[in-house]
Every structure is written in structure tokens, then in C-alpha cells.
């Protein structure tokens, strides 16, 4: 279990640094289409080979509605990536765990002084990784950024609820995740199409032969993060689930350890101090 929930933040990581770089050079909208089609196609594969069509019921239309959110959540992160650092961006996105206690709260469950302590901590930390202003100004986070990552926050954590409720065995879990992706590509190119009759870029300024190009990075970054969703199920089942969240949830590690260790990004102190509390109290909130 333990090997299950690192290699998921691992995946995550690896992921979330992937797509963000790939939204410096390709338009954001464009990178979620064409990560997620290539994430369906493999899927699709596994569910015909695994006869998971057969765990077909009423619980995928939770699935349906995780793969309306999704590109949603996705579009804002990536976003925010691309405004902002890594380091920082990362662990408040990772709040999106907030969202699962919120909707257990609405159902009647209580959290312990633990997970209260979380939800402050994790507070503390949005507020002191805006920086010393939130205007851009005197290095401080811009404000666009900062509501593109509370967007996604909201949006992945709305997803990791929704998710939990779409299966219940491994093969149902495939399917699940076939139908999200599905969902993910047509809710996704919806937008790209609405965007393009705007006026909006679909293609990279370099033209097509640039997202050829960058059809092994989609790839990896759409497959990434299935992997991921597919090992955090597993560590989650196998338990307990309250170590395999905690240890999953250090992927913002991964993406800000990538981030200085490819982009030598430089955080201010009053930002780094900001980034690190919001990933304890993410992990509060995941113990408590």
C-alpha cells in the first residue's frame, strides 16, 4: 500500500509539472483536450480488455459528473501554472481536499480538533503565498493566479468526491475512469470550439507540427494522471486510507521539487512559508 500511495504522488507530481510546462508553449484548453482523448483511448482499451462494461449501473453518472468538472479544475490549474510558480501553485491546489471534508460536514460527520487545525493551516498558507502583495507588485502572486488555483482547488476536490461514489471494484474503477475521461474530452472540446469562434488560439504559434511534436508529452501527462487516479484507488482499498491520503498527498512535493530542479524557480521566504503550510495542513486534513 505504502509503494501505491507514493507512486501515486509521484504520478501527480510528475503530472502536474508536465501539463504546466506544456501550457507555456500550447494553449491551455488545447493541452486538456488532447491529454484527455489520449488518456480515453488507452482506457477504452483496458475496458474492453478487462470486460468492464459489465460493471455498468447507476453509479457512473457520478463519473459523468466528474468528467464535467474535470476539464474545468484542469483548465484553471493549468492556468495558473503557466501565471505563476510551481512551488507555489501546487500545494494550494492540493487544498482540494478541503472540498471531500466540506461535503462529509453537509452529511452530518464532525471533524476532529486535527482536522479544524487543517482547514486554518491550510488558510494561513493561501494568504502568506500570495506574497507581500497580491497585486504582482514587490514579487507577490498576482490575484489572477491565486483565483485560477482557488478554481482548481474547488474543481479537483468536487472531482476526488464524486470519483469515490462511481465503483466499487477494480474493473468498475476502469470504467469509471473511461467515462470520466470521456466526459472530460467532450466537456473540454465543447469549450475549445466555443473558444475558437471567439477567436481564441486552438493551435500553438509554431502550428501544427508543434503539437505533433508534443504529442508524447499530452501522452504522458493525460496516462500520468490515470495512473494516478488507478494506484490511489488500489492503496486506498488495500488501507489504511487514512496513510495512503497522506502519502499521496505529498505530490505537490514532486511538482515543486521539479520546478526547481528543471525551472530553478525562486520562491520569496514569506511565499515558500506560505506553500509549505498549505501542504500541512492538506495533510492535517487527510489525518484528522
Known amino acids: ?10 504520478l501527480w507530481g510528475l503530472a502536474d509539472f508536465g501539463g ?8 491551455a484548453l488545447t493541452v486538456v483536450v488532447a491529454s484527455q482523448t489520449l488518456a480515453a483511448v488507452v482506457l477504452g482499451g483496458i475496458v ?11 453509479r457512473l453518472w457520478f ?6 468538472i474535470g476539464p474545468l479544475a484542469m483548465l484553471c ?8 510558480p510551481m512551488g507555489v501553485v501546487s500545494p494550494l491546489a492540493a487544498t482540494a481536499l478541503a472540498v471531500p471534508v466540506g461535503v462529509a460536514l453537509i452529511l452530518g460527520e464532525r471533524p476532529g480538533l486535527i482536522q479544524y487545525t487543517g482547514m486554518a493551516v ?17 514579487g507577490g502572486i498576482p490575484r489572477q493566479t491565486l ?9 479537483f476536490g468536487a472531482v476526488l468526491a464524486l470519483i469515490a461514489e462511481a465503483s466499487t471494484t477494480v474493473t468498475g474503477l476502469f470504467l469509471a475512469l473511461f467515462v470520466q475521461r470521456v466526459c472530460n474530452v467532450v466537456t473540454g472540446g465543447t469549450a475549445l470550439w466555443v473558444a475558437a469562434r471567439r477567436g481564441a488560439p486552438v493551435l500553438p504559434e509554431g502550428g501544427r507540427r508543434l503539437l505533433v511534436g ?4 499530452l501522452a504522458f501527462v493525460g496516462l500520468a494522471d490515470v495512473a494516478a487516479n488507478a494506484t490511489y484507488a488500489l492503496a486506498a482499498r488495500i488501507g489504511p486510507m487514512t496513510v495512503a491520503v497522506v502519502l499521496a498527498s505529498l505530490y505537490p512535493v514532486v511538482t515543486a521539487l521539479a520546478a526547481r530542479g528543471v525551472l530553478r524557480e525562486r520562491l520569496l521566504a514569506a511565499q515558500a512559508a506560505g506553500a509549505g503550510l498549505a501542504l500541512a495542513g492538506t495533510l492535517l486534513l487527510a489525518t484528522g
Not at 474492453?48 to 447507476?58: D, I, L, Y
Not at 508534443?214 to 508529452?217: F, H
Open 1 to 10: 500500500m505504502v509503494t501505491l500511495a507514493l507512486v501515486t504522488s509521484l
Open 20 to 27: 504546466g510546462l506544456l501550457t507555456r508553449r500550447l494553449p
Open 48 to 58: 474492453v480488455a478487462t470486460g468492464a462494461w459489465s460493471e455498468a449501473g447507476g
Open 63 to 68: 463519473a459523468v459528473a466528474a468528467g464535467a
Open 77 to 84: 490549474f493549468y492556468r495558473a501554472l503557466a501565471l505563476g
Open 122 to 138: 491550510a488558510f494561513l498558507g493561501v494568504l502568506l503565498a500570495g506574497g507581500p502583495t497580491l497585486g504582482g507588485g514587490g
Open 147 to 155: 483565483v485560477f488555483t482557488a478554481g482548481a482547488a474547488l474543481g
Open 214 to 217: 508534443a504529442l508524447p508529452s
